[in-house]
Each structure stands twice: as structure tokens, then as C-alpha cells.
């Protein structure tokens, strides 16, 4: 059985966000997959999809509901999970098939590198697999002592890309960024339509547009500068996947 997971809590992201995700599993996976969803709110979500409890994090009231709180994921046990482990942010479309990036670099480390800083050894976290009962001191040090981790770096997967030594990322194709790779340079993103290429897998939505915004073609921005280049044609394609 494969298992992949995700979280969420607060508001910005609903119950559909999950079901959305656990359709795009069943149909981009050909092995027996489960998903786990760890979260505060099991309402409206799919009975299908397990839910567990986000266990608690030793974090400041301002960073509980940042990235950040994801770091709970590298606690040991965490619910009945074991082996490799995939996690999926909730901000993504599955495009393509996952049983691979189960094959990938087996009892290993594996993460997107962050299309923003390529070639810094940087992992970025809306899609990776983790070894479950490794690397817990990912999560012990920071329950430990958060104060420590926090002055030393800004952001949660900064952290965990110079705390694992043993890191490796996907194949480049497998996992792009919709604003940074796929969406044309200005001013073509004002006449083309983003294109997905063939071997993608997942495609991120860090930011915004989200998923259902770049589909209708909208980029909510108020200020009018940023309206002048802050641009997205209506994308057929997410919907098909997402």
C-alpha cells in the first residue's frame, strides 16, 4: 500500500481541496494508494481519505498556521504511518502518474528544488517523499528548542534542506511551478495559454493564482501596477486534472 499524505487546517484551503486530491490519486496511481489527511476539520471531507489529528508543535502563535507547522511530519510515530512516505501540499494539480515517485531514489530524501533558487541545494516542500522515523530531529529540535531553529532560518524548508544531508530531488520535469515555469513571460502570458509539458507530474500553485483562479483566468491583484503585468489566460487543462 502506498501512502500519501497532506494537511490542512485553518480556512484558506477547504474540505473540497482534499477531495479534489484524493480523486487526482485514484486516478494517477495503478498500485493500491491510500491518502491520509491530517488536519483540524474532518467536515466535508471523503470518507475514503484517513483522517488523523495535526499533532502538537512547539511553535509561536504567529508561525502555527505558516509552513512551518508541516514540520510535525517528521515526528516519530505520526498515526500509523511506516516506509517511504509522500506528502502533497493541498496548493497542487496531479498531472501525471505517482507510482514513480515512489520508485524514485528508494529510503531516501526526495524534493522538488526550489525553482527560485536553482543550484543552492534548496528543497522546496509542496511535493516530497520521506523515509517515516528518519530525520527526526527535524522535528525533536525544534520541539526542543524552537528559539534556536527560528533565529537561525526564515523558512521551514531552508531548514530541513541543511539539516538532511541525505537529499536528492525529482527529475526537473516531474514537479514545476505554475507561475515560474509554465506560465508565459510578460506580455505573452496576456495572449498564450500556459502549456503542460508531457512528463509533468505535479504542478505547484504557491501564491496565487490558485488552482480554480488560473483555470477561469483571474489573478486577484488591487494594485494597478501590478494589474499590468500580473496576468493569466484561462487554463482548460487544470480542471482536467485537478
Not at 484558506?12 to 491518502?35: C, D, F, H, K, M
Not at 505558516?66 to 500509523?80: F, G, H, I, N, S
Request: glycine letters at 4%; a negative charge.
Amino acid at each position: 500500500m502506498q501512502t500519501i499524505i497532506c494537511m490542512k487546517w485553518g480556512t484558506r484551503y477547504g474540505s473540497e481541496y482534499v477531495n479534489r486530491l484524493w480523486a487526482a490519486v485514484q486516478r494517477q496511481t495503478s498500485r493500491p494508494t491510500r491518502l491520509v489527511c491530517f488536519t483540524d476539520d474532518v467536515i466535508g471531507i471523503d470518507k475514503a481519505v484517513q483522517t488523523e489529528t495535526i499533532p502538537d508543535i512547539n511553535l509561536p502563535p504567529d508561525l502555527i498556521n505558516l509552513p512551518w507547522r508541516k514540520l510535525v511530519m517528521w515526528k516519530y510515530p505520526l498515526a500509523d504511518l511506516e516506509g517511504d512516505v509522500l506528502f502533497l501540499d493541498l496548493d497542487l494539480v496531479v498531472t501525471g502518474n505517482l507510482d514513480a515517485m515512489f520508485d524514485y531514489e528508494k529510503g531516501r530524501f526526495c524534493v522538488i528544488e526550489n525553482w527560485t533558487q536553482m543550484g543552492q541545494n534548496i528543497g522546496n516542500t509542496s511535493a516530497f517523499r520521506f523515509p517515516v522515523g528518519k530525520h527526526t530531529h527535524i522535528f525533536d529540535k525544534l520541539q526542543a528548542d524552537p528559539a534556536s531553529v527560528l533565529d537561525k532560518y526564515r523558512i521551514e524548508q531552508l531548514y530541513i534542506s541543511r539539516e538532511i544531508e541525505d537529499m536528492v530531488f525529482w527529475p526537473n520535469d516531474w514537479c514545476v511551478s505554475f507561475k515560474h515555469n509554465l506560465l508565459p513571460r510578460w506580455p505573452l502570458n496576456f495572449f498564450q495559454v500556459p502549456k503542460l509539458p508531457d512528463e509533468t507530474r505535479i504542478v505547484a500553485f504557491t501564491g496565487k493564482p490558485d488552482q480554480d483562479e488560473a483555470a477561469r483566468g483571474e489573478w486577484p491583484v488591487r494594485h494597478w501596477l501590478k494589474k499590468s503585468y500580473k496576468h493569466v489566460r484561462p487554463t482548460p487543462w487544470i480542471e482536467e486534472h485537478w
